[in-house]
């Protein structure tokens, strides 16, 4: 058996006719009298291995009928091409080792669990193949993240994790004590983004932001991954371009290398083949209408106390889909009202109730997965922002700056990761996007 090459099951493909080692666990055995179906995991993927009683002789054969889900194992055997089914192989076994103990009864069995007792044994539930393919998902994106910003001029600039001011409004800081001093899990990098595009002209950040949000929700984490491209001599259209670029070729590159997974997770792929430029754009006040249109029908059909949309006020995740579904592919919705935005965002000079700044919405009612929009390059302006906040203008001291020393109009945006593969896997819960999720109730394993 030493001398056969050890192979991954990713590999098979290049081995048919030939005989291989593979070693990883067994995920799953049935049996029938002389044949046992061995399937075996390997980190890469499964292989059914079939076992005849036959070839093995008794000794083998009865040490392969006592081994346990999740035991680790070594197989040996000829690589077949299924005879029907493409891409799909098997391994004849000759061989077979145990190497390691026998497992004990395996906590995540076949048999449906409550999504609670998954939680608790995340560890071990990312062996599953569900999880297997929602993870390889999201090393795409992150993959493909990446290469959209390196391949198009961007210089990565990572922002610190503590920091000494809030990016996105006081109510979800995470406090900690910094050599006694008070430091925030940082919310956003965008603030040092902004001094990055003065530095590089074109700058992202990729990293875990935290926000103590303290409702549960299907779409919020305590602990996130949000990548943040800022460019200068951008403008809110510029940001929506980019945007919409950066979203297309995300979705192209899953669709190009994780068929097989999308196909596990039973994602409806032709959604994802509709994520086309160009993204309808529509103003916050054209949304209001198209709410109000909405809830003008619900009351003649005489569904009692539906007023209309209150101009000013955010849209709720309910709003979000009722205007998301109406388009095939993501929408974005441009210039909220001011009041409802984060300190930063630069006021439309036509009319100044106004933001320039952007929401990308997924379609099919996956909410939010892009905020962005130009910034304010005034000093005084933003001075006033700051205060109108009640943020402490000590901790921004050196954000004013940014102003002071050669201002600039500049634009950006923040993608969440696991909104994002929440969304291209097609899941209701982001708490699967992630290999150990944080959120109000979890803080393990
Ligand atoms: O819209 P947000 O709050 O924007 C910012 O933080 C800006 N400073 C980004 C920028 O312009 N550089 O967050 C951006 C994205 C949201 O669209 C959403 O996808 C994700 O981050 N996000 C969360 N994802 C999971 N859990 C949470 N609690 C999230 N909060 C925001
Ligand atoms: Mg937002």
Redesign the pocket.
Known sequence: MQDLPVIATSDLSAHVGRTVTLRGWLYHKRSSGKLHFIELRDGFGTVQCVMARGDVGDDVFSAADKVTQESVIEVSGEVKAHPKRAGVFEVAASGFRLLGPTVGEYPISPKEHGTDFLMDHRHLWLRSRRQHAILRVRHTIIQAIRDFFDGRGFTLVDAPIFTPNA??GTS?LFETDYHGDKAYLT?????Y?EAAAAAFGKAYCFGP?F?A?KSKTR??????W?V???VAFMDLDGDMDLAEDFLCFIVERVLERRRPELAVLERDVGKLEAVKKPFPRIRYDEAVALLNEARAEKRKAGEPGVPDFPWGEDLGGEDETILSSRYDRPLMIHRYPAEVK?F?MKRDPADARLALCV??LAPEGY???????QREDDLATLERAIETHKLPPEAFRWYLDLRRYGTFPH??????????VAWICGLPH?RETIPFPRMLNRLAP
């Open positions: 990016c996105e979800t919310q956003s990098g965008q603030l983004m932001t926000r949000e779409r919020h984490l305590a602990e996130f949000m943040e491209p800022e984060a930063y929401d990308v909410g939010e997965v892009i905020g962005g929009g634009a950006g945006f923040g993608l969440g990761v696991e909104r994002s982001v």
